[in-house]
């Protein structure tokens, strides 16, 4: 089996075909190594990929139809695409909301329109949690998601819809997984996780907006890697959350962050961000019953391996600029 992993050299994404590797599929990677964020931490994710006989790397714009093209071209005999490149970040989309629409949109109809004009019929999407913008919790994968509360989040939903399309008219066989709050190591420097760490670590202060009790619903990036493989299944066209149905507030994690370096954290508060929602939670009933899918790690064990992960890079990784996403 041969599968095209979009944003090879990303969080999710190295991931991903790590375990597509361990189960010996030929993974044919593509990642544009966007300078946007540091791309020492891409390198190091893709470095751990490189040695392995079975994955083919390609430096890849998805947002260029002539790049897009050629990718295809070259490795005509693809089974799916797993579409995991993507601008992520939801404070970052109002800053420059043309670069996540260009990625995520315009991305993923270039790899809609390659698929059937060479035939390729199993598509999955990185989706995310964002798009239910303050709906009812649990979020529900039938519940309206049609209030997104930024950019980022209403290019995803651009994305799914756009995903329907294809399906409907071309008979993909299309998966959209919304994934919660994915956190470990070598996690993404904008992410709340990643940044918590340093700076209780470094001493520097820690940046909060809100008073902490807003909720989050933490997903193990090993348990995010393991569901988005799991949607290779032929499903027709369905969305499905991946999350760990145990929303958390942002004030215990720092607590637990706190415990596992042995240090306080010193606490600068900024006003509430207007694009953040008050909490979020994943309904996961889908994703057990149609993937066989359920997170197996605790949020204490992933700190712990996102902890351990950050001091043993810590030379390097305490230099990476830290984004606005929080």
């Not at 009812?136 to 995803?156: I, L, M, V």
């Not at 329907?164 to 992410?191: C, E, H, K, N």
């Not at 299944?233 to 720092?254: A, E, F, T």
Request: charged letters at 25%; aromatic letters at 10%; proline letters at 5%.
């Amino acid at each position: 089996m041969t599968i095209l992993v979009t944003g090879c050299a990303g969080f999710i994404g190295s991931k991903v075909t790590e375990r597509l590797l361990q189960q010996g599929v030929e993974v044919v990677g593509a990642d544009n190594l966007n300078p946007t964020s540091d791309v020492r931490l891409k390198q190091w994710r893709l470095d751990q990929l490189q040695a392995h006989p079975q994955f083919e790397f390609n430096r890849t714009d998805i947002t260029d139809r002539a790049q897009t093209h050629a990718l295809f071209e070259r490795h005509p005999r693809l089974e799916a695409v797993l579409n995991l490149a993507a601008r992520a970040g939801v404070r970052q989309s109002l800053i420059d909301p043309w670069a996540y629409y260009a990625t995520n949109v315009i991305g993923t109809l270039n790899l809609l329109e390659q698929m059937r004009h060479f035939g390729v019929a199993k598509f999955v999407l990185a989706s995310t949690s964002s798009v239910y913008g303050d709906g009812t919790r649990p979020f529900r994968e039938d519940q309206p998601s049609d209030r997104p509360r930024s950019p980022y989040a209403a290019s995803k939903k651009s994305a799914e819809t756009l995903c329907y399309s294809y399906a409907a008219l071309y008979g993909l066989d299309v998966t959209v997984l919304r994934y919660f709050t994915v956190y470990g190591p070598a996690g993404r420097p904008d992410m709340s996780i990643f940044r918590f760490i340093r700076w209780i670590a470094e001493g520097n202060p820690l940046v909060l907006y809100g008073d902490g009790s807003q909720e989050r619903d933490f997903t193990y990036v090993e348990d995010a890697a393991a569901g988005t493989v799991a949607a290779l299944r032929k499903v027709g066209y369905d969305v499905i959350n991946l999350g760990s149905d145990r929303p958390v507030s942002i004030r215990d994690v720092i607590t637990q962050l706190e415990r596992l370096l042995e240090r306080k954290a010193t606490i600068t508060h900024r006003p509430v961000h207007p694009a953040d929602v008050p909490a979020t939670w994943a309904d996961i009933s889908r994703a057990r019953r149609i993937l066989d899918w359920e997170p197996r790690t605790s949020l204490e064990q992933g700190l712990e391996h996102a902890v351990r992960w950050y001091l043993t890079n810590r030379s390097w990784a305490s230099e990476l600029p830290l984004e606005i996403e929080g």
